[in-house]
């Protein structure tokens, strides 16, 4: 059986999974229909062809399918897919085209808004290595700024100002007003308040363990 081997650029967050017996797990994209089998592109010799995609053949993702469910294989398959993306860029960082990197800073984004809209208490190591991400790439383009404004802070954290709003609104993101006037004034985060929204989801309330963790991050 062939084995299947990650391809940057047909990555994308998993969103169906189904067990074969006794051979694997098939696994679809987001934007795949899974009344079909999936297929990925084969290029040889310069001529392309739509071949099937390779079944997930290890141990470990098919007992996270058997153990724990679809769902949860799903969220391992995706978890396994977002590390293997942040180790390439990592490793390719200083030696790969500034294409290739962006790409795979596309394709990381990707996970990570994937991860941002299905969070909970087990994604705080992938965003350990998701925050380190960020902070890598903002401090390439620009020196870390303390305090954001909301466009800021949205544009940092990869995510929406609508949703920032949402976390504000709802007291888990902390934030700071430069005057009095609600209505009108302008509402500054701080950045340490935004790394601990994408380690522990909120801002507030740390415990001692998670404010050494956030430490360790924010310096």
């Known amino acids: 059986m062939t084995k299947y081997i990650f391809k ?15 051979h694997g797990v098939m696994f679809w994209y987001e934007g795949e229909t899974s009344e079909y089998e999936p297929a990925q592109m084969k290029i040889e010799d310069g001529v392309s062809e739509d071949i099937p995609r390779p079944l ?4 470990k993702t098919i007992r996270a399918y058997t153990e724990n469910g679809r769902e949860y294989c799903i969220r391992f398959i995706n978890t396994r897919i977002a590390n293997y993306l942040l180790d390439e860029y990592e490793r390719n960082l200083d030696s790969a085209p500034d294409s290739v990197i962006e790409l795979y800073a596309k394709k990381i ?22 925050l380190r991400h960020v902070k890598s790439r903002r401090i ?10 909301l466009k800021e802070a949205a544009e940092y954290a990869r995510t929406g100002v ?6 504000i609104d709802d007291g888990k993101l902390k934030s700071y007003r430069l005057d009095d006037a609600k209505s009108k004034s302008t509402i500054l985060i701080n950045r ?9 989801d909120r801002s507030n309330g740390l415990t001692k363990r998670q404010q050494e963790r956030l430490s360790s991050y924010s310096n």
């Open 8 to 22: 940057v650029n047909e990555l994308a967050p998993v969103a169906h999974a189904y067990l074969i017996k006794d």
């Open 162 to 167: 609508t949703k920032l709003r949402e976390l």
């Open 56 to 59: 997930l053949v290890d141990r």
């Open 109 to 130: 984004d990707l996970f990570y808004h994937w991860f941002w809209q299905q969070r909970r208490k087990s994604s705080e190591k992938i965003f350990e290595r998701f």
């Open 192 to 200: 340490k308040d935004l790394d601990a929204m994408i380690l522990f």
């Open 140 to 149: 390439k383009s620009e020196k870390l700024a303390t305090w954001h404004t």
